[in-house]
Structure formats: C-alpha cells, structure tokens
C-alpha cells in the first residue's frame, strides 16, 4: 500500500470492466441502477456509451427490461415498444441526442421492453412551490426557498422510486430490471436531507439494489473538479489497459473515501469524461 495525499492508495485492487460490475450487480440483486452525467443538454456521452455496452452483459443476466428517467413524455416508451424504433421528437432535449436513441435504439434490437418513470410534474403539489411572501425578510425567503426547493426534489425522487416498485410488483417476482439515471438519483442513502430515489425505492420496495456510480471522474462542477480529475490522472496506467474506462466494487477501492461510501456498491472511473 502506498499513501498519495489523502487517496489511501492500496494496490491489491480488483479492476474490472463495466460488463463484468454488471454481471456481478445482477448476481446480487434483481435490479441494476446505473447513472449517466448530464446538466441541461450537456452531458458526457462516454457515459452513455458506457450503457449501451453493459446491456449484453445485462441481457445474459436475465435482464429484459430497462427503465429510464429519461422517457417522457410516457407515450414515448409505449410507441418504441410497440414499434421496437426510437420515435422522433419534435423538440430539442435528451431524446434527440444520437447516442442516447443508440443506447435506447439497442435496448430494443435485444428485444427489451422500455419502463417510463419520471415524476409527472402536472401532479406536482402546488402547496411546494409556494416558497415566497412578503412577510418574509430575506433571509427568511432564502431558507424558505432552499427548504422548498428540497421539499419538490424529494417528491420528485419519491414519485419516480414509487413507478419502478410499482412496475415490479406488476411484473413477476425476481424480475431482473435495469434502471439508468442522472447523476446520484440511484444513491442508497439519504443525506443532508435529501432522500434519493434509490433510498426511497429500497423504502418502498424492500429490496437492496445494486447502484453503480459512473460519474466519479467527471467534473460536474468547473469549481470542484480537483479530486475527480485527480482520481482520473492517478488511474490513467491502469484505465488504459481497459480502452479508458473501468471500474471495482465499493470493498474493492483503491481509495478509502470511496472504499467507505454506503450509497453506492461499485464505481466506474474513466479518462474520458468530458461534457459536450
């Protein structure tokens, strides 16, 4: 073991490619969720790639469904399964993006059954989007808001937790599934009040999913990106005998803040992790 900064470093680490986490989620829990980095239309296309390579080590595992917050509106997914083709959008989002269409357009090739679950925003309670007054001194409105703002961010997780656990129970029991999300939706723990969707759906669901974090080097924030690239330029020798990308189980790491994490049971580090 050798001690780089604050890494921990140990050098008896596992590597292993996306595929092989994947089987190894699917041989822990009936269902895989796996996240992609994205902040408006930007988004790190490697980690859709990513994706659209595990779904044949998924498939092998059983897997025949994939859900993905992505898929709204709900008549999307329901004309692609009908079809087995990528609809055409008429306005610019996700959906349009080619190597998002690629990804889903794959699922459809190996004969998987897409499963909507985004929160339906027209159901959003008006009582948490009341945040303002002019009773309220600015500090006041501050905490309010950032209060609300917390309140309407765990509806929206709790909403999309509540549509996978009620697509599994209307599916046979042990049903493998797979579900793609943005950044830390699939976390396993709650933190600084926020609850996950991954957290609300272990909750609801009563089963322990394995949740697969693919972000760790992409610098989401300009202003906090030191340790993520840090962790990408450590790696690089050892990313490279993998194309670029690879990753090891959570017990596995290399590095003891991540080896200490509970909100997630693998990650995936890679030199390729711009936003375009």
């Not at 840090?230 to 003891?256: H, R």
Request: charged share 25%; glycine share 6%.
């Amino acid at each position: 073991m050798r001690i780089v900064g604050r890494l921990n470093v140990n050098d008896t680490t596992v590597w292993r490619s996306p595929e092989a986490l994947v089987a190894i989620g699917f041989q822990r829990s009936s269902v895989v969720m796996m996240n992609e980095a994205h902040s408006g239309l930007q988004r790190c296309i490697r980690t859709r790639e990513i994706g659209r390579c595990i779904l044949s080590a998924a498939h092998q595992a059983g897997a025949r469904h994939l859900a993905m917050e992505v898929l709204w509106p709900y008549s999307f997914a329901a004309e692609a399964n009908r079809t087995r083709q990528v609809p055409a959008m008429p306005e610019e989002g996700y959906l349009t993006q080619p190597e998002m269409r690629l990804f889903i357009q794959a699922a459809l090739d190996l004969g998987w059954t897409l499963v909507p679950y985004e929160a339906d925003y027209e159901a959003h309670p008006a009582k948490l989007e009341k945040w303002e007054s002019i009773n309220l001194n600015q500090e006041q409105q501050a905490h309010s808001r950032s209060k609300a703002l917390m309140e309407s961010q765990n509806w929206r997780e709790d909403q999309q937790a509540r549509a996978i656990a009620n697509t599994l129970d209307e599916l046979p029991p042990g049903t493998r599934l797979l579900v793609w999300c943005g950044w830390g939706h699939h976390a396993k723990t709650a933190f600084w009040g926020h609850l996950p969707m991954g957290y609300r759906f272990r909750e609801l669901s009563g089963i322990d999913h394995f949740a697969l974090d693919q972000t760790v080097t992409v610098d989401g924030d300009a202003e906090d990106s030191q340790e993520e690239s840090y962790l990408a330029e450590q790696y690089a020798s050892e990313l490279a005998a993998y194309g670029g990308t690879a990753g090891f189980l959570t017990e596995d790491s290399p590095v003891s803040f991540l080896r200490d994490r509970e909100d997630y049971d693998a990650f995936i580090l890679s030199t390729q992790n711009e936003m375009a």
